[in-house]
Antibody, heavy 120, light 110 residues
């Protein structure tokens, strides 16, 4: 069965970077885009960007351009999202989600989420 | 700020029906399929409806979706206490070249 398992919670200081991992299993990792979505406490879902695990090509939301880097390691079926220059308002749960359509239309499996807390 | 607008909350008694609207524009809902997600408290979102009106395996037919022009609607009939959750619409925005989500709607069973 398809599973996306994310790395554990992180506590970071302002200005630092965080790297969250998302290990996929139960399907061909390179066959589906992987997206990253975050949710601040008590807020809605916010799309951050996506990576094509086959080519490594990425698209980022304009808001995160220059601060986010999405990568993958196909040998271990794992996607990564690194966010730099962290601020307090980056405190959120970060999710990876598989895109069934390659068009950003349909996220059929989600990771369990990784809480990133930014605090001095 | 989300480009898709949903009502903040809807409520109804057990067994009743609720509908949740999702309003967008020609660059998103008007020219792309819409999905709906259910997020139970403390959990990751779960796909509820895709391609405007299709249900993934395991989703009961109490949940339905529709789209007209630049708006979409999620319907829940036979409301149950287990349906209390936040619901989000989502699609692709061709102008932004980005996936977009609705503002979210909290469903309360009275």
């Amino acid at each position: 069965q398809v599973q996306l398992v994310q790395s554990g919670a992180e506590v970071k200081k302002p200005g630092a970077s965080v790297k969250v991992s998302c290990k996929a299993s139960g399907y061909t990792f390179t066959g589906y885009y992987m997206h990253w979505v975050r949710q601040a406490p008590g807020q809605g879902l916010e799309w951050m960007g996506r990576i094509n695990p086959n080519s490594g090509g990425t698209n980022y939301a304009q808001k995160f351009q220059g601060r986010v880097t999405m990568t993958r390691d196909t040998s271990i079926s794992t996607a990564y999202m690194e966010l730099s220059r962290l601020r307090s308002d980056d405190t959120a749960v970060y999710y990876c989600a598989r895109d069934l359509t390659a068009a950003g239309l349909l996220f059929d499996y989600w990771g369990q989420g990784t809480l990133v807390t930014v605090s001095s | 700020q989300s480009v898709l607008t949903q009502p903040p909350s809807v409520s109804a008694a057990p067994g009743q029906k609720v509908t949740i609207s999702c309003s967008g524009s020609s660059s998103n809902i008007g020219n792309n399929y819409v999905s709906w997600y259910q997020q139970l408290p403390g959990t990751a979102p779960k796909l509820l409806i895709y391609d405007n009106n299709k249900r993934p395996s395991g989703i009961p037919d109490r949940f339905s979706g529709s789209k007209s022009g630049t708006s979409a609607t999620l319907g829940i009939t036979g409301l149950q206490t287990g349906d209390e959750a936040d619901y989000y619409c989502g699609t692709w925005d061709s102008s932004l070249s980005a996936s977009v989500f609705g503002t979210g709607t909290k469903v309360t069973v009275l």
